[in-house]
């Protein structure tokens, strides 16, 4: 086991390398004098001269890297251009923001997922079936923001059930932070709950085919015990997989819905920073997103073999 | 926006004996319904000026706000008089190319890819695929809108940051195919009779991955289109007054409380469209796929 | 007449399937009494495995039970209720299957599969079930059935895992167990066992059992009767030593030719059953072996012939009831 997640570890070294290359070279691909793109409104020679000291653009690029990698290794992200905050301080303020809003979405996928995945796996070639997988194609086509708009019309402004948009701290009003974050949860997870519900069905199909099934059957189980019981967990081990990586996606997964809701999260963060040429900061995300992606991928792997008996680590 | 319909990446089998789609579109209704849709799509993008009843961008204040079925404006005006209807209708052209351009850059550069990563394995494998790996960690849209907001907002620019979105996808589906098929006979025995890496390439493998792999054109056609309609209406894509429904929905939402068909329709019109899109991959998946028959 | 443990009367199941509709098992009928060990033998396709499914009503979705009847301890079955068959299922009647190592749950542990029969039907808890199937593993053979129990079924091996099945079936001491190939899948010397712990329990236990099997070997070293199916029907049936003895049915006969036999001439070659096994959606007419039979007369292609006694045994084939002896009898080994 140790030795599996060493080996996994090892393996995700070069990826994570080749991940802070990329994000390194967000800002130099950029035309222009990355000082001028970094200093935004602010362009005198004494700070762009500055920048270039404190960036050591004077120094070849692969020295600018590793000088930018030392200071990420030890957690410093470098400071917004804009606010002058540590980037780490800015990212950590919405992050508890964004993750709510993705565990409230993943909590809703699943509740829609599991149970019509299943029942169109069991009904196969049903009605039922034919509207699940029909709407399991629609959920992937509508545009999140699309939903979160239709959503708002309907049930903010039409029936006034919830508010717009914004956000409420869950230690300052609980219930206004839950009223606060049902629209946008559906919004980002309908996508979710169409891909997860496909996973599940498809699963269950194959795992209703199995031997073990009519083993089941034939000891006499209802079919709810065989459905439940016997299928699911079998059925659920490669859902795992997928709702494992939507996890790791989930801060690129917000940046559309937070800012049609304007939920204070990292997503929008992103957007805003993005608007205010603000690299340093959009820097940290795409870091802090794209090893929430491989860490994701990782622990995925892990919990595959819990779940499966037959997977050894060895 | 989600990147999952390209990630649902397509098993569809290969086999020797290749499926003629047209042969296997008789059999499968759903194949038919999709693709008369998209066929749909692309005659509306290639006639909207001759079929839309208005210029899509002729301004005309007194008529502003009128709502769905007013005579002469079978979808209303917007809040500058301008004809909701041939704006949609317009929009198609906006959006069809874009999907078209973008997926074209991320199939030959995914393709090209997996191709020698697949076929020649070993030191270019292991490099090209930590590479897709990178760049698959690489949070879609934000790289997108990065690259975007680096480049500058307009719609070429949109085109490369979602075509680059789509290597991986085309990679490894490519690499994936390529290594299953170099497992048969057939390959085996073709090179086996000396044949050269390139001529098994365009003669055997290619031919072969063409099944599976227009199943995911069409399925990350519709990501695509769901990605320009993103960054549009975030207002990194088309600009004003271009007729985008990304850009209109984002400015029909101001108007939401009052004229919400301002957003509705632009969003129907994107919604369908991808839908389109996604069922053809869908049935064509399906349909491919013996596995799945019943 | 006395009354019969299981009884099947003129069975017809129907395959739906896309290419067209398969008459799998085409008026079968035989009975099982208390105690007493059947072979079904036939072929791949022969539908002796569709019959089993039948009677335990646990066809897959394309099929259907078209007519006939099928009474077990007196009680008609096709007509019950799903509720109603689970009840009989895992109580009085049991199965177990061809590939014992994916016949078994692969996420929950052996023991709590084996004990779960008794959750469902006697409603007992997790620990009274578990130390029930710690007797059962015991029963059965299973060694350091205390640790055993524990394990997840992919650390079984074959023959361990077709004891864990046998040991489920029989937890609720069922009165007929249906074992469909249950030594196919395993190792020669496993298979001995398996058949030894069969033989062991039915004795034991006064169980009837069903044994499929494609093996005439199997047939005679553990059944009291044996029938042989072709193309959907029973086309020789009797005491075990009757048909091994004097085959009436040439493909019967057949079979135990093409069995290679220890004692045989070295320089005889191994016989095999000419031609190809039938194709269930175009049957010949007449007797649906005519094809492949070395003794088949010009009627046979015309007329399809019923079962009827020949020489204590009953066979459908117009040679051997018009009083045609199969040339050189064969032993049962």
């Known amino acids: ?110 509740l829609v997922a599991i149970p019509l995945g299943t029942i169109a796996a069991v009904r196969r070639g049903s009605l039922a079936d034919h509207l699940a997988t029909g709407l399991a194609v629609g959920g992937v086509s509508i545009p999140n923001f699309f939903i979160g708009i239709v959503l708002i019309f309907f049930l903010s402004v039409t029936l006034r059930l919830f508010p717009f948009g914004g956000y409420v701290p869950f230690n300052q009003d609980p219930f206004e932070n839950l009223r606060h974050v049902i629209l946008p949860a559906i919004a980002l997870g309908t996508a979710g709950a169409a891909i997860n519900m496909r996973f599940t069905r ?62 204070p999260g990292v997503g929008r963060l992103a957007v805003e920073s993005i608007f205010n040429r603000d690299y340093t900061v959009v820097q940290g995300i795409v870091l802090l997103a794209a090893f929430s992606y491989l860490i994701a991928n990782l622990l995925v792997d892990l919990v595959y073999g819990w779940l499966d008996p037959r997977i050894s680590f060895t | 926006m989600s990147t999952a319909p390209a990630l649902v990446a397509t098993q ?20 038919i319904l999709a693709g008369s849709l998209v066929l749909l799509l692309f005659l509306i993008a290639l006639l909207a000026p001759f079929i839309s009843p208005h210029d899509p961008i002729a301004v005309n204040a007194d008529n502003a706000y009128l709502p769905p079925l007013s005579p002469s404006h079978l979808l209303g005006t917007d809040e500058l008089g301008r004809d909701l209807f041939s704006r949609v209708l317009w929009g198609a052209r906006v959006s069809l190319p874009v999907a078209f351009v973008a997926v074209a850059v991320g199939l030959v550069a995914g393709g090209v890819i997996g191709l020698i990563s697949g076929y020649f394995g070993g030191v270019f494998d292991l490099l090209l695929m930590r590479l897709i790996d990178a760049l698959l960690a690489f949070p879609a849209l934000i790289l997108a809108i990065a690259i975007v907001a680096a480049l500058g907002p307009d719609l070429r620019n949109a085109m490369i940051a979602i075509g680059i979105v789509a290597i991986p996808v085309y990679a490894r589906l490519v690499r994936a195919l390529v290594l299953q098929l170099k497992q048969m006979e057939f390959i085996a025995a073709t090179r086996s009779l ?101 | 007449m006395s009354l019969h443990l299981l009884e099947l009367e003129d069975v017809h199941t129907k395959l739906t399937l896309k290419t067209g509709v398969v008459r799998a098992v085409d008026g079968v009928s035989f009975h099982v009494d208390a105690g007493e060990t059947l072979g079904i033998v036939g072929e791949s396709g022969s539908g002796k495995s569709m019959t089993a499914l039948s009677i335990m009503r646990l066809l897959p979705r394309s099929g259907r039970i078209d007519s006939g009847a099928i009474r077990f301890k007196g009680r008609e079955l096709t007509g019950l209720s799903e509720d109603e068959m689970e009840e009989i299922r895992g109580t009085e009647m049991a199965m177990i299957f061809q590939d014992p190592m994916t016949s078994l749950n692969p996420v929950y542990r052996t023991g709590w599969q084996v004990g779960e029969p008794l959750q469902i039907h006697r409603g007992i808890d997790v620990r009274a079930a578990l130390a029930a199937a710690i007797a059962m593993f015991k029963k059965v053979g299973i060694p350091e059935a205390e640790k055993r129990v524990a394990q997840y079924p992919h650390v079984f091996s074959g023959g361990m895992s077709q004891r864990a099945m046998i040991a489920m079936g029989l937890t609720t001491s069922p009165s007929l167990l249906i074992a469909d190939e249950p030594t196919t899948a395993l190792d020669v010397t496993i298979q001995a066992q398996i058949l030894d712990l069969l033989r062991t329990l039915n004795r034991d236990s006064g169980m009837a059992t069903i044994l499929i099997t494609h093996n005439l070997g199997v047939v005679a070293g553990i059944c009291d009767r044996v029938i042989v199916m072709y193309a959907g029907r029973v086309v020789e049936q009797g005491r075990t030593e009757d048909v091994f003895a004097h085959p009436e049915h040439p493909y019967t006969w057949s079979l135990l030719h093409s069995i290679p036999r220890l004692d045989a001439d070295d320089r005889e070659p191994l016989k095999v059953i000419e031609g190809s096994p039938p194709d269930m959606m175009g049957l010949p007419s007449g007797c649906k072996f005519q094809p492949r039979c070395p003794f088949a007369v010009e009627r046979c292609a015309k007329d399809e012939p019923e079962l009827r006694d020949v020489r204590g045994h009953l066979a459908r084939c117009w ?14 080994g």
Request: glycine residues 8%.
């Open chain 2, 194 to 294: 000396g044949a050269t890496p390139t001529s098994i390439i365009l003669r055997h493998l290619i031919p072969n991955l063409l099944n599976p792999v227009i199943v995911q054109v069409s399925l990350s056609a519709g990501f695509a289109i769901l990605a320009e309609a993103t960054l549009s209406f975030l207002g990194l894509g088309a600009q004003v007054p271009t007729p985008d429904w990304g850009q209109m929905i984002n400015t029909g939402a101001t108007f939401l409380a009052n004229d919400p068909w301002l957003a509705i329709v632009p969003g129907a019109a994107i919604s369908v469209t991808v839908f389109s899109f996604n069922l053809l991959g869908d049935s064509l998946r399906d349909a491919l796929d013996p596995r799945l028959r019943s």
């Open chain 1, 1 to 110: 086991m140790t030795t599996y997640v060493l080996r996994r570890l090892v393996l995700m070294v070069p990826v994570a390398f080749l991940v802070t290359i990329g994000v390194f070279m967000l800002i130099h691909l950029t035309p222009g004098d990355p000082a001028l793109i970094l200093l935004g409104e602010d362009r005198s020679p004494q700070a762009i001269a500055a920048i270039h000291q404190q960036l050591g653009l004077d120094k070849p690029l692969y020295v600018q890297y590793l000088i930018w990698l030392g200071h990420i290794v030890h957690g410093d992200l470098g400071r917004s251009i804009t606010t002058h905050q540590p980037v780490t301080t800015a990212i950590g303020e919405r992050l508890p923001a964004t993750l709510e809003l993705g565990a409230v979405a993943l909590i809703w996928s699943l």
């Open chain 2, 12 to 31: 569809a089998s290969i086999r020797q004996t290749r499926i003629h789609l047209l042969e296997l579109a008789r059999g499968h209704p759903r194949v």
């Open chain 1, 202 to 263: 498809s699963s269950m199909i194959e795992v209703l085919n199995q031997d073990y099934i009519r083993t089941a059957r034939a000891k006499g189980a209802p079919w709810r015990r065989v459905v439940f019981i016997h299928a699911l967990k079998n059925a659920l081990i490669p859902v795992v997989t997928i709702v494992g990586l939507q996890i790791g996606g989930i801060i690129e997964g917000a940046v559309v819905t937070e800012t049609v809701f304007t939920w």
């Open chain 3, 319 to 332: 040679v051997t009831q018009a009083g045609t002896s199969l040339n050189g009898s064969v032993d049962a």
